[in-house]
């Protein structure tokens, strides 16, 4: 996530003053999801108050659960259980 020049320095900006770093992740995101594959998305901030990635909960697909935030070191099982929960309800048809 920290560019190379050093970790919270600013970051190059591309169009729409968005961080170059983020417009990748976006479209990286949105070309696996043109696939009609599901991504979660995990935002670990456990010893930090940054806000709520927007990068990452637009990333995650549409759905409940698909986006967590975990602020606890204690809430790591939970935000995985969730997911396989999820994942074992998909069935694979022809």
């Not at 591309?14 to 999801?33: H, T």
């Not at 935000?79 to 048809?93: D, E, V």
Request: proline residues 5%; contains cysteine; positive net charge.
């Amino acid at each position: 996530r920290w560019p190379s020049y050093g970790a919270g320095s600013p970051q190059n900006t591309c169009a729409g003053n968005v961080p170059c770093i983020d417009a990748r992740q976006e479209k990286l995101c949105d070309a696996i999801k043109k696939d009609n594959i599901t991504i979660f998305t995990i935002q670990v901030n456990i010893s930090s108050k940054d806000p709520e990635s927007q990068v990452l909960k637009g990333c995650a697909s549409p759905g409940t659960n698909n986006f967590q935030m975990i602020t606890q070191t204690d809430q790591t099982a939970s935000a995985f259980q969730n997911i396989l929960t999820q994942i074992t309800k998909l069935r694979i048809a022809q």
